[in-house]
C-alpha cells in the first residue's frame, strides 16, 4: 500500500425519489479515500447502500451531490477519452456469477469482451494468449476457454468474473458480495484467490460485504456503514478488536465462533439505533490514530476516554 490516494469520496450524497414520500437517503454524506494497493473493506448490513456506492463511483448511477475523484481527476467531470480509460481502469466483480455472465457466450469470448472493446490484443493469437493467461492466473485451465458458464460450478464462475474483470489489466476493482452467493466451502478459496491476484497484479480493492468475518481477513482497512452513513473507519485489526460504534460492536457479536466453548458463551448485542435517530448533528472523529466515528463532540469525548 502506497501513501497516493488513488480513489477520493467527498460529501457523496444519492437519494432515490428524492422529495417524493418513498425517498430512501441510499448515500447519506459519505466521504472516504482509499489508497494505491490498499483493500477497503465496506460492511453493512442488506440495504445499508454499500452497492449503491460502488455503482456510483462507477458512474452508473449520478449522485445529487459530493465529489468522487480517481487519481485525482473528478470522475463526475470527464471528459470522453478520461471516461473511456476509467470504464478500463475501474473494473466491478459482481456478487452472482450466475446472472452476471451471459450464458449464450464462451467464457473465452466473455473473458475477452474488454480485451476486443479496448483493442489491447495486437490479434487472434494474442488474444488467446491473454485469455489462457487470465484462466491460469485464477486457477482454471485453457481447456475451460470453449466452454460454457453453466458447464461451471458457482466457485468457477466467480473465478471466470475475476478473470473477466482482470482481463483490461485495471487499476481498481469493486468487488460487490464477490462471495456471498457461493458455498462456504468455496468462499475461502476465492477470497485467497483475490487476495492472491491483489498483490500479484498490483491491484486496489474496493471489497463490499455484509458481515466481517472474511472482510477483515482480506482488507487492510474497514469501514463500517449503516442506514447510508460510514459509522465507522479503522484499520482492520482495530475495527474488529477495538470496535466502537455500537453498530459495530453488534455486527461483530453476530458472527459465530468456530469453538463450540467460545461459542456458546458468545452473547449477540442488540443495537438500539438511537444514536442515528435523535437529530443531533454527527462528524467522523479521531478516536485513536487512524481510527473514525461518526459522533458528537460529547460521544467522541465518551468514546475516546473509554
Ligand atoms: N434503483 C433503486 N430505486 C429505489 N431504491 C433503491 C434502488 N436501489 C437501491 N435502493 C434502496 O437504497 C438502499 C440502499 O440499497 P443498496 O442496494 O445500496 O444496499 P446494500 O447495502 O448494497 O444492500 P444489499 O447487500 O442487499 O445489496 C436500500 O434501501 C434500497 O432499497
Known sequence: MTDKKILEVKNLKLSFNPGKANEVKAIDNVSFDIYEGEVFGLVGESGSGKTTIGRTILKLYTPQSGEIKFEGHDVLKQSSAEAKTFRKDAQMIFQDPQA???????????????????????????????????????????????????????????????????????????????????????????????????????????????????????????????????????????????????????????????????????????????????GKARTMHEIHPGHFVLSTDEEAAEFSKN
Request: aromatic share 6%.
Open 100 to 278: 452476471s455472465l451471459n450464458g449464450r457466450m464462451k467464457v473465452k469470448d466473455i473473458i475477452a469482451e474488454g480485451i476486443d472493446i479496448h483493442h489491447l490484443a495486437k490479434n487472434k493469437a494474442d488474444r488467446d494468449a491473454q485469455v489462457e493467461r487470465l484462466l491460469k492466473l485464477v486457477g482454471l485451465n485453457e481447456d475451460h476457454a470453449s466452454r460454457y458458464p453453466y458447464e461451471f460450478s458457482g466457485g468457477q464462475r466467480q473465478r471466470i468474473g475475476i478473470a473477466r474483470a482482470l482481463a483490461v489489466r485495471p487499476k481498481f476493482i469493486i468487488a460487490d458480495e464477490p462471495i456471498s452467493a457461493l458455498d462456504v466451502s468455496i468462499q475461502a478459496q476465492v477470497v485467497n484467490l483475490m487476495k492472491k491476484l491483489q498483490k500479484e497484479e498490483k491491484l486496489t480493492y474496493l471489497f463490499i460485504a455484509h458481515d466481517l468475518s472474511m472482510v477483515k481477513y482480506i482488507s487492510d482497512r474497514i469501514a463500517v456503514m449503516h442506514w447510508g452513513k460510514i459509522l465507522e473507519i479503522g484499520t482492520s485489526d482495530e475495527v474488529y478488536g477495538h470496535p466502537i460504534h455500537p453498530y459495530t460492536k453488534s455486527l461483530l457479536s453476530a458472527i459465530p465462533i468456530p469453538d463450540p466453548e467460545v461459542e456458546l458463551a458468545r452473547e449477540p448485542i442488540d443495537y438500539d439505533p438511537a444514536m442515528e435517530t435523535d
